[in-house]
């Protein structure tokens, strides 16, 4: 860490281990097995002649268990591209929608939308200042989860003190939900860069201009306007906080139990995390109800739908307004179609392509490293999604020294063997003893991923968006891998800040 008079650098990723023994999987154990057992049949039959059969074998089992494909395992990609093609021969790839989505009995018209996004539904809750928000509830994983949106000023164009201090803050923020057992087990900060034609501005300039205003000035504004708006970025920012009620049950209980109960619970965590929020300059605009919701979702699946909405949230806040409503009815905000495909997701009218973050700068990197992945762009959207989970301090321990153990036995293991110890892997041990050291001294640990996705409305655009991200993320640091084969679940996470998570840690042996 820097002095407050020099900008700070950061470093120190570790990345998580997963193989169920070594960088292995259980099916690629399964694999390592079955091919050392096949080799040593023939010595056992005392039958060379058999040898020309197994050991071929044995060796397709050995790069089936070893060999990597598009970033994964080659058993993990058989088994991805084995599932994609039995959905796509079942057409479970494929939404439908629209105008066929069923009605409850109440005549309500409730929110049909694909994927692992069918199981969410929205619910209402007082949010303790007179106003209501929206709860996004996961019955599966009972989670709930409440989406902010937040002003965040840039970190770019301020003091190198204040932007240590809001680094600062955001670093306290995190680590005061790295408690033992928390509530809270999942924090995502979500970001959109999306093109505006300003058709918003447009609107509200229409309507306040004066009729007694010289016909020069408003043909001059009107050029002013058709010319800058195409060339107008809109950046958007929201801070999803998730409560796992099964952590809270007593707390839940206590607050009149089941969904009311867990709601009551999540808004009082909220308010306790206002003091921390602002201290690392985060101001919450808002709160969303369900209505604002249900329009995140409908303009990520459909960004056409983004010039109604603005013109239409434009309006209602006009005094004596009696129109449509600001929002969305959540009955509509999912797609009337979509399609998952192998390397891309398709919806209404646009197409995404997700990756995620799988290697973080290897350097000391400053606060604004992030910012090459969302610069303007007139041809796509882009999103990006940090996802923290935090760890409680027990557990954080546990995996830290696990951790610390089996890169040591490895290094042990080098050294019998006479192999010499690369540079990348002292690194590796050294940033792992220094976030062990970070831990014991008061810091916190969380998970963390980075999941970015891009959207065009022109197919032709897609592989040029694509590349100009892969660019700017190389000028981040950054390595990105495509999500082969889950274009769907990526997209829920990188390009709607609902709260949706990492999967479960495997744990290795």
């Known amino acids: 860490m820097a002095s407050q008079s020099q900008p700070a650098t950061y470093g120190g990723w570790q990345s998580e281990r997963v193989g169920f023994i070594g960088n292995l999987s259980g099916p690629g154990f399964v694999l390592m097995a079955a091919a050392t057992v096949i080799a040593l049949m023939p010595v056992y039959a005392h039958s060379w002649r058999s040898a020309f059969i197994a050991l071929p074998t044995a060796a397709v089992l050995l790069l089936l268990a070893f060999g990597r494909v598009l970033g994964l395992s080659a058993d993990q990609w058989i088994v991805l591209y084995v599932r994609h093609q039995i959905a796509v021969a079942t057409s479970k790839n494929v939404f439908v929608s629209g105008l066929f989505a069923p009605r409850t009995k109440g005549g309500e018209q409730p929110m049909d939308l694909p994927g692992r996004l069918a199981r969410l539904r929205i619910l209402e809750a007082p949010d ?171 303009r990520a699946f459909d960004p056409e739908a983004q010039l109604a909405l603005a013109a239409s ?76 989970e935090p760890v409680g301090p027990s557990k954080a321990r546990s995996d830290l020294a696990r951790e610390r153990t089996r890169r040591d036995a490895a290094r042990q293991l080098r050294a019998k063997t006479g192999r010499v110890e690369s540079e990348d892997e002292r690194r590796e041990a050294e940033a792992a003893r220094a976030q062990d050291v970070a831990r014991a001294s008061g810091h916190g640990v969380v998970r963390l991923t980075a999941v970015l996705a891009v959207t065009v409305t022109d197919y032709e655009q897609l592989e040029t968006a694509c590349a100009e991200l892969q660019a700017d993320a190389s000028q981040a640091g950054l390595y990105l891998r495509r999500a082969w084969g889950a274009q769907d679940d990526a997209f829920t996470i990188a390009a709607l800040p609902l709260g949706l998570g990492l999967p479960e840690r495997r744990v290795g042996i």
């Open 313 to 388: 949230n434009a309006a209602g806040k006009e005094p004596g307004w009696t129109g449509v409503e600001p929002g969305l009815d959540p009955g509509l905000a999912g797609p009337a179609a979509a399609e998952a495909g192998w390397g891309l997701y398709r919806h209404d009218g646009a197409w995404t392509v997700s990756y995620q973050v799988r290697g973080w700068p290897q350097s000391e990197v400053y606060a604004t490293f992030l910012q090459p992945l969302l610069r303007p762009r007139a041809n796509a959207r882009r999103s990006l999604s940090l996802v923290y």
């Open 128 to 298: 303790g200042l007179g106003a209501t928000m929206g709860i996004v509830h996961n019955p599966i994983e009972n989670t709930y989860t409440a989406i902010a949106r937040v002003n965040a000023p840039g970190l770019a164009l301020i003091d190198t003190e204040k932007q240590n201090g809001r680094v600062a803050g955001w670093a306290a923020f995190l680590r005061s939900q790295c408690a033992e057992d928390g509530a809270i087990t999942r924090i995502s900060v979500h970001q959109r860069s999306l093109p505006d034609d300003g058709a918003a501005l447009r609107s509200w300039t229409s309507r306040h201009i004066s009729g007694e205003a010289p016909a020069a000035s408003v043909q001059v504004l009107d050029e002013l306007m058709e010319g800058a708006g195409p060339a107008v970025t809109a950046r958007e920012t929201y801070l999803s906080i998730t409560l796992n009620s099964g952590r809270a049950r007593l707390a839940v209980r206590g607050a009149g139990g089941g969904q009311t109960g867990a709601a009551a619970v999540l808004v009082r965590e909220l308010a306790a995390m206002q003091g921390t929020l602002s201290s690392a300059g985060l101001h919450v605009t808002k709160w969303l109800d369900p209505r604002d919701v249900a329009a995140i979702i409908r």
